[in-house]
Nanobody, 123 residues
Framework: QVQLAESGGGLVQAGGSLRLACAAS????????MGWFRQAPGKEREFVAA????????YYADSVKGRFTISRDNAKNTVYLQMNSLKPEDTAVYSC????????????????WGQGTQVTVSS
């Protein structure tokens, strides 16, 4: 069982930056691929980024490549999402998720989910 808790959301102007964090419970954090997803009002949840258990393999949605960076600190059981050059279309609830296996951009591949944190980007 893995419990996830996101933090770091907020209101930021376009062009600004935010850093999200997702703290995980459990002693096998490094065994899990971690992903970030987002859901805007009226839209389906979409993949943002993922990172392998070792941190050696990264995956990004095309919409965030070059602007967002995913990383993890296995000693702290935490995964991060550094978001730069934010745009109004990045406004969404951002959730982290965990899966025991290889990286994936599909929501149904992730077993454990956090509650989410709101990110609002004003124009």
């Amino acid at each position: 069982q893995v419990q996830l808790a996101e933090s770091g959301g907020g209101l930021v102007q376009a062009g600004g930056s935010l850093r999200l964090a997702c703290a995980a419970s459990g002693r096998t954090f490094s065994s899990y691929t971690m992903g970030w997803f987002r859901q805007a009002p009226g839209k389906e949840r979409e993949f943002v980024a993922a990172i392998s258990g070792s941190g050696g393999t990264l995956y990004y949605a095309d919409s965030v490549k070059g602007r967002f960076t995913i990383s993890r600190d296995n000693a702290k059981n935490t995964v991060y999402l550094q978001m730069n050059s934010l745009k109004p279309e990045d406004t969404a609830v951002y959730s982290c998720a965990a899966r025991y296996g290889a990286g994936s951009s599909e929501t149904y591949d992730y077993k454990y989910w956090g509650q989410g944190t709101q990110v609002t980007v004003s124009s």
